[in-house]
């Protein structure tokens, strides 16, 4: 092998994944290395034999280079392994955006396959409550009074619009979104904590009025583009599966893939020659692999920063500060779970005059099984649970080709701000009222009650790197991934983000003068498809 | 068989059809004969393109091919899961001149089993059977004559021992045996010629459970194929064709 890369990329994550590809479809040599036998970092999907290991790995504290902690796993997982795609980043995906952009852009979104959330519904005592997405639906809404449609609609009037010059916004932007709604739209404590939670997708109660304004505006724009729902689901797991098709697009560019060995030994040294240009040596060791592998740029997730080794004492000790942590579970359930009230079904009643209009609950409708559908348990809503902020739960079914026939999987995933690093954070203590609650609300009323059958627990931390830090790893020739906001609908979105930032930092490096002009995804070429030789 | 089917006949069915093989032994250049009927002696060892397609007609049908390459990743066992998803066939590739392949052959067989669909068709190749043929030009002189002096290896370090006559390491019983053991197709080939080549892809197509795939592509939720775009997925989004469709449709 020759092993002088220009760039080399540790980390398979989505964000390296896009960069990765990015890189080497404009001819750079690349080598993108995962010490995970697995595509996709901490938005993989996984096997159920591969999440175990991958758990274990956490539990034990042992080598493992991921930001999952303290996991903890329940009942027996199905021994069909393969059957299952279980996603570390359960997400959706906004309609537009950056992700969207670059799957088509690459033409990663021919590999993969996508599904429309069919609904997003919030939970109260009184039961679930479908989330109306669109003005039609608030129209029809028979949850709303007359007076509540008004403030409705002029505040989705507003959200809709350029509200960031607008007065209504001026001085607020920074109040939180729910004293913002109150004060500025008079919307009662019911409406702005469905608002909140539901349509901005806020991770707790103190986010801040502009970005829950910026999110609701880009998930209306995102609805009608595909479906009336503003967010698709990708199979087989999702983002881990969109890693893999970026990580295709490199290597069908000549991008050299090791995935699996351990890094031995990393060093970086500059070099001046001949004083004409400093030259960034960068040399990695890995396990089973003789040569030395090097380059003039690395990209690194941020994960890898504590395990290259050589580096200053201060700078392996990495402070890598962890301002909030991230409880998961993910449920395997036997059992089909019938669909909730959807923006389907809102479109048939429109279409059918005769027909009644479909209610929240999830009684009324027949026997199809829901493909994807997203549920929200506001801040306190559940008098048992003890989550801090919002608890989203994404609903999985054999649609989504993640699981397979009569099964279905839930994602449980809450964020806790603020963490005291000593705090014994315990993700089962905290998920499990809102998992029994959710298996009890989703049972359809004739069919066979939902069974747990497994269920894995674990953290996920959010750490951060200071400025100073990444100024000097840049000064070095190293690049810095950080980790994804962990947030559902954002998380795809950040990482074609960053990894378009990453793309560009390197072409900047690589001393390309024009690297802001550079087309992220350059055309591709025309379709094979309409080639009509027939053997 | 095919024809027992309730389909409309002009239906084309879409195969995903997954390449394997150690690094050298020519899968590119076998599907680069099968999709544009060309040779090039010495190509680069990736193929550059996501996949090619390629239809086929199998009686009353047509089948079309979309044939996956390695696209190198099998090098250090980094071949991602999503390579065999829903394939419906291999072509797991060897060199006759080279013994060490075929083993390595038996190991991809072995992976297929492990990781693609319990249903998948595999057809073993033994390719390169132009450098042991002894009518072939190497009947006329030890060295390959004319304007294409080199074989169909695309490793430079190979290159050299195909010059003289290169004895097969593989002989034709071996690996039929193993295929018959192992319930594989099996084929020589020769991607310089085309020997073999188009049998090969037909074969494989004759085998394909075409029912079963239609039948499974209707069934709720099954997705089928590499995705969203066939009649296969009814419910699954096509990113690229809405968004044509949808720029305007903005529904704010």
């Avoid at chain 1, 537009?96 to 429309?116: E, M, Q």
């Amino acid at each position: 092998m020759d092993s002088h890369f220009q760039v080399i990329i540790l980390g398979t994550g989505l964000a390296e994944s896009i960069a990765a590809a990015a890189l080497a479809k404009v001819g750079l040599k690349v080598a993108h290395i995962d010490t995970n036998p697995y595509y996709g970092a901490d938005e993989a999907s996984l096997t159920t034999k591969e999440l175990q290991e991958c758990l274990n790995r956490a539990t034990e504290r042992l080598d493992q280079i991921s930001r999952l902690r303290t996991a903890s796993v329940r009942g027996e997982f199905p021994s069909a392994s393969r059957d299952y795609s279980l996603s570390l980043s359960p997400s959706v995906i906004p309609a537009r955006g950056p992700l969207i952009s670059s799957l088509i852009g690459s033409g990663v979104a021919r590999y993969g396959g996508f599904k429309l959330l069919e609904s997003v519904s919030v939970y109260s005592s009184d039961g679930l409550k479908s989330v109306p997405g669109s003005k039609e639906e608030i129209f029809r809404s028979k949850d709303l009074s007359l007076i509540d449609k008004r403030k409705l609609m002029r505040f989705l009037m507003f959200a809709s619009g350029e509200f960031e010059s607008s007065s209504e916004l001026r001085g607020k932007e920074t109040m939180d979104f729910g004293s913002f709604l109150k004060e500025v739209f008079s919307l009662d404590s019911q409406l702005t904590s469905v608002l909140a939670c539901a349509l901005a997708l806020c991770k707790s109660q103190c986010d801040t009025a502009l970005p829950a304004l910026g999110r609701i505006r880009r998930y209306l724009r995102s609805a009608g583009r595909y479906g009336a729902s503003p967010f698709l689901v990708g199979q087989y797991g999702g983002l881990g599966e969109l890693a893999q098709g970026f990580c295709r697009v490199c290597a069908v560019s000549g991008g050299t893939y090791i995935l699996g060995r351990d890094i031995l030994a990393f060093e970086s040294k500059s070099e001046s020659s001949s004083g004409s240009e400093e030259t960034k040596n960068l040399r990695l060791k890995l396990s089973e692999i003789p040569e030395d592998l090097t380059a003039d740029v690395v990209i690194s997730s941020i994960n890898y920063l504590p395990h290259l080794s050589n580096f200053p004492q201060t700078e392996t000790e990495v402070n890598l500060s962890t301002t909030e942590s991230h409880s998961c579970c993910i449920a395997l359930v036997d059992g089909v779970i019938p669909r909730l009230s959807s923006y389907e079904s809102a479109q048939a009643t429109e279409n059918d005059s005769t027909g009644e209009p479909v209610e929240g609950s999830s009684e009324e409708i027949p026997s199809r099984p829901v493909d994807a559908a997203l549920l929200v348990f506001p801040s306190g809503s559940l008098s048992s649970g003890k989550a801090s902020g919002p608890v989203n739960v994404l609903i999985n079914g054999e649609g989504t080709s993640s699981c397979p026939r009569g099964k279905s999987l839930l994602y449980l995933s809450t964020t806790t701000q603020n963490i005291d690093a000593n705090e014994a954070n315990n993700p089962e203590q905290i998920l499990r009222p809102y998992l029994e609650i959710t298996l009890s609300l989703l049972q359809s009323p004739s069919g066979e009650p939902l069974r747990e059958l497994s269920s894995a627990f674990y953290i996920k931390s959010s750490p951060t790197l200071s400025d100073t830090h990444l100024a000097s790893l840049k000064g070095k020739g190293i690049f810095v991934s950080p980790p994804l906001p962990e947030h559902i609908a954002e998380a795809g979105d950040a990482a074609a983000s960053i990894g378009e930032t990453l793309f560009r930092d390197v072409l900047k490096q690589l001393g390309n003068p024009d690297a802001d002009d550079v087309e992220l995804w350059p055309p591709l070429p025309p379709g094979l498809d309409d080639d009509d030789d027939m053997i | 068989m095919a024809e027992s089917a309730s389909g409309p006949s002009d239906k084309s069915v879409q195969v995903k059809l997954v390449l394997l093989g150690e690094a050298a032994v020519g899968k590119s250049s076998v599907v680069l004969r099968f999709v544009s009927n060309e040779f090039q002696p010495n190509k680069e060892p990736t193929i550059g393109a996501a996949f090619l397609t390629q239809k086929c007609r199998l009686e009353d049908r047509v089948l079309r091919y979309e044939i996956w390459d390695t696209a190198g990743q099998e090098r250090f066992h980094s071949l991602a899961p999503m390579y065999y998803r829903n394939a419906q066939a291999a072509v797991v590739v060897y060199d006759v001149t080279k013994a060490s392949s075929l083993e390595k052959a038996k190991s991809w067989v072995k992976e297929l089993q492990r990781q693609a669909n319990p249903n998948i068709v595999i057809a073993l190749a033994g390719n390169k059977l132009d450098l042991v043929q002894p009518k072939s030009p190497a009947a006329d002189g030890t060295s390959i004559d004319g304007d294409e002096p080199d074989d169909a290896t695309a490793t430079p370090g190979e290159a050299g021992a195909a010059e003289s006559e290169v004895p097969r390491a593989v002989p034709t019983e071996e690996a039929q045996a193993y295929a018959q053991e192992a319930g594989l197709l099996f084929f020589e080939t020769s991607a310089k010629t085309g020997e073999g080549v188009v049998e090969l892809f037909t074969d494989i197509a004759k085998k394909i459970p075409i029912e079963h795939i239609l039948a499974s592509s209707r069934g709720a939720g099954r997705n089928g194929g590499p995705s969203g775009r066939g009649a296969a997925n009814q419910q699954g989004v096509n990113l690229e064709e809405s968004a044509a469709k949808g720029k305007d449709a903005c529904n704010c």
